[in-house]
């Protein structure tokens, strides 16, 4: 049985948007899954629903197993127990999730009163031990949050949601508002707790080349589904999804050349959740979509060992490489969103390769329609 396993997940918001749309996975004890995609993709939302904190009127659909028990239709107080014990979650942004009038010995002690049935001088002595094992003193723990810097304020968030042994760590951009160094150390860090404590860990961010240096798997989201997922190097280097690979494209990975140059930002806004296009939700910003991305959505699908991408190119492709049918050139008219998606960097102008036959793509379209 898997740690987690998330089947055909929905979640709808008060105000009718679809959020999350469809999403299964799966995370093993001890493994690393990252997810990642652009701004309003739905990856809090999923991070959300995983403990149940959704807000009130939020629909969700589907199921959530942790260690095989849905946490979607468990008792409350059965959710309250899992909140710590099963699994908690790291947020970004530690000053806002501390509580600013309170010690943070004391807040990390809380959660051990509480749901591990601690005597206060245990609560406090664990509390201590948790410190010093994120790599603060323990005598800290007499501090306020505004004592503390964002890194070591974020080592309190971790230190919290270790202290009722959860089997999954779930870290919501946990590095996000930190500088680059601090960052660093904090990736180590979680990376280190994972192994040590045989934890399952969900990280999330907007940063796939952070994902790529810290997970074993990567899930990539697009309005509310996933499109593509596999094992991080893979993804990373050689996604399937066209969409996938332009996020790639937008962060590469330290160390590799293309990193010399200023990571190029994704042309095109995601869309509106209350007005999704039709089909393929990616297929206005997409350079190789067909006619046909305009109509039919495509579920995840078979794309090599391991991986799934949700795209009609990898179906067509028996190699299952999407990037065989990249346009040569992009012209003139070709200046919507799509027109700035990076290109790969393999292919060469001067040999093309030869254009297949088949469905013609919306570029060829739009070039022969009067
Ligand atoms: N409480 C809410 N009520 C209604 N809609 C919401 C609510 N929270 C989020 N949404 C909408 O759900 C969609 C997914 O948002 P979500 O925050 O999950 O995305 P995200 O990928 O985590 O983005 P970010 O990286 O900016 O946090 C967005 O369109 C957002 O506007």
New binding site residues.
Partial sequence: MSLLDVRDLT?T???G?A??RGVDLRLEAGRKLGIA????????????ALLRL??AG?RTGGQILLDGEDVLTMKWGRVRAVRWAGASIVFQGAMHSLNPVHRIGDQIAEPILLHRRATPAGARRKAGELLEHVGLPAARATDHPHELSGGQRQRVMIAMALACDPRLIIA??PTTALDVMIQAQILRLIEQLVADQDVGLIM?S?DLAVLADTCDRLAV?YA?RVVEEGPAGQVHEAARHPYARALSAAFPRIGDPASRFAPRGLAGD?P??FALPAGCAFHPRCPVALESCAVEDQALRPAGPGRRAACVRVAEDTSGDTRAHEPERHGPERQGPGAHVPEPQESSPQEPGPREPGPRSLEEVRRTTP
Wanted: hydrophobic residues 35%; glycine residues 16%.
């Fill in positions: 979640v918001y008060a105000g948007a959020a999350v995609g652009e701004s309003g993709c739905g990856k809090s939302t999923l991070a959300l959704l807000p939020t919501d951009e999330i907007h989201m509310g995601p509106d959740p």
